[in-house]
């Protein structure tokens, strides 16, 4: 089961990935991940699957942003 900070980390991600007109499979190409479906069984609820610190880094090169634009501000309850 993914936690309230994972669901909101993923939120962040494909709100990233829609607004730059990638598909779940181009980023998962971009990002270089072993599986072009990757990036869809994270935003899947059907996978536990889920990003971690080296993945947001990744996107942040990919997105010319910083990892911190994927986290919230404060604690998520």
């Known amino acids: 089961m993914r936690s309230r900070i994972d669901i909101y980390v993923i939120d962040r ?3 990233k990935r829609i607004e730059n ?10 990002a270089g991940f072993r599986s072009n479906g990757f990036v869809g069984q994270v935003e899947s609820l059907k996978y536990s699957k889920r990003y971690n610190i080296q993945h947001l880094n990744k996107f942040a090169e990919i997105f ?5 634009d994927f986290l919230p501000d404060r604690s998520v309850q």
């Not at 007109?21 to 971009?30: F, N, V």
């Not at 010319?64 to 911190?68: D, G, Q, T, V």
């Open 64 to 68: 010319n942003c910083s990892p911190r």
């Open 13 to 15: 991600v494909r709100e």
């Open 21 to 30: 007109g990638l598909t779940q499979e181009d980023l998962s190409i971009k």
